[in-house]
């Protein structure tokens, strides 16, 4: 259903070798427009290769990769600053959907991630393909202006998530499968936690020498750091390398090594998108930070490990918005697994808008008791919304009120039943929606946290599921 077609990669550098400080990563790489639209490219940058000479440069067996994915890419590296050849991708994500495909490409230094989703097919399975790409870069002193992709495909091939194991873990670490040890200093993080927001821990080996807090970002009073949001993630890289560097001080003075564990808790999982290009998605900067500081604060002999107890994924809650109805009620979709059994509530603030506005054409005002009548259908119909129940029996219920008031106005009765049929639909449509998506992002996330040190070979950083229930009260 969901695979990930391919990886480009450019030649490996040095991972810990040119790391940028955490602020100023927000002042590379071009900005690019957001999903959806893929038209201008930068006037700073010279003109990419034509779409033809792209083609030309993929390799045998990738070229029978659709032309949509193909597009796609090479739109993405229309918009890249040029540099990318030379120093890699800055870490970035992009999500469109082409012909009722979604495709969601994840940059990062030589490496680029394509994820596709047939909307309108319905498949099972999830298979990971791996593409290196390499520059061709001619002899020293005869650079190509732009030189050629070479692009290759491997199977790193996982054929697992059929779409009923949407949503389960996938084996990433739980606090449930790791070794008590961990456990406990997990326990012990947690229990400090404070107003349900982010916290982190120094152990040193057994003991819990430093924690950290960070509340919840008032985002209605816009705590925000060059007009964005700020990730709790961001925050509190800063406050613990400050503190790294005081402790190596330390350790060195007292000439003894010790083994030193960093627990960080978050509420979500680490982005891997944020609202600009430019800004390094938290995912990419835990990667950073785990490269740079086991460089830097080699005495410590540090790991890290990363909690969270919701998975944040890419797709934004609209991006389903231009999906026709017909996709989605079609047999043959990636949303027929989830339309028959899908038990729902309704909105009822929409149900009564609508009823209002349709109620101001004059046809409907010279009708007896109607505000004596509405009243009544409105007040059975409210509480049939608190209820979650499947499409048909929302359905048949609503009509049932709203015939058994107005039998005696056949005019009226339509209309009602009308919006009452629209309206259930359209929210039928609206949750079908948010579980693809839902579903979606948390695999997307499951795969990027569970295959981090094989996608970007970090064995000092891994992530852990800590459920809510676990959680101290
Ligand atoms: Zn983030």
């Known amino acids: 259903m969901v695979k990930v077609l391919g990886e480009l990669s450019l030649p490996q550098q040095d991972p810990g070798g040119n790391q940028q400080q955490l602020n100023r990563s927000r002042e ?25 000479s792209f083609y030309g440069t993929l390799s045998e067996n990738l070229r029978n990769i659709p032309d949509v994915h193909k597009k796609f890419l090479y739109k993405c590296f229309c918009k890249l600053d040029r540099r990318f050849y030379i120093t890699g991708f800055s870490p970035h994500t992009k999500v469109t959907i082409i012909n009722n495909i979604l495709l969601a490409a994840v940059f990062y230094k030589q490496k680029c991630f394509l994820f596709d989703l047939e909307l309108d097919r319905r498949s099972a399975d999830l298979s990971l393909t791996l593409i290196i790409c390499t520059p061709n870069i001619q002899e020293e002193g005869q650079r190509q202006e732009d030189p050629s992709f070479t692009l290759q ?44 927001g982010a916290t982190a821990g120094v152990f040193k080996d057994d003991t819990l020498i430093q924690v950290f807090h960070k509340e919840k970002p008032d985002y209605k009073t816009k705590q925000i750091l060059n007009d964005l949001a700020v990730h709790y993630e961001e925050l509190l890289l800063i406050e613990i390398q400050q503190y790294l560097v ?3 001080q330390e350790e060195k003075n007292e000439g003894q090594e010790s083994r030193m564990e960093i627990l960080i808790y978050i509420p979500s999982s680490p982005c891997i998108k944020r609202e600009k290009d430019n800004i390094t998605p938290c995912f990419f900067l835990l990667i950073q930070k785990a490269n740079q500081w086991k460089e830097q604060f080699k005495f410590l002999n540090f790991a890290i490990c990363v909690g969270f107890t919701e998975y944040w994924g890419p797709l934004s809650p609209n991006v389903l918005n231009n999906v026709s109805d017909s996709v989605i009620l079609s047999t043959n979709s990636v949303f027929w697994p989830y339309i028959g059994s899908i038990c729902f509530k309704l909105n009822w603030n929409k149900f009564k808008n609508k009823i209002s506005k349709m109620l101001k054409e004059k046809k409907f005002q010279k009708i007896q008791n109607l505000d004596k009548n509405l009243r009544t259908c409105n007040e059975k119909l409210r509480n049939l919304t608190q209820s979650e129940f499947e499409f048909r029996q929302h359905l048949n219920d609503g009509n049932k009120i709203i015939s058994s008031i107005f039998s005696e106005n056949d ?27 839902k579903d979606f992002n948390n695999m997307f996330a499951n795969i990027f946290l569970r295959q981090q040190n094989l996608f970007f070979r970090n064995d000092n950083l891994e992530f852990c599921i800590i459920p809510n229930q676990q959680q101290p009260k």
């Open 411 to 437: 005019h009226i009765c339509k209309a009602l039943c009308n919006v009452w049929e629209e309206e259930v639909n359209n929210q039928r449509l609206e949750i079908i929606k948010d579980k693809v998506i």
């Open 28 to 52: 590379q790489g071009p900005e690019v427009a957001e999903e959806g639209e893929m038209s201008s490219s930068s006037c700073t940058n010279p003109p990419f290769m034509s779409l033809q």
């Open 246 to 248: 005081m402790l190596t």
């Open 153 to 196: 495909r491997m199977n790193v091939a996982e054929n697992m998530v059929p779409h009923n194991c949407f949503g389960s873990d996938y084996q990433l670490l739980s606090l449930d499968n790791i070794d008590d040890n961990k456990r406990e200093k997990w326990q012990l993080l947690l229990e400090k936690r404070k107003n349900r």
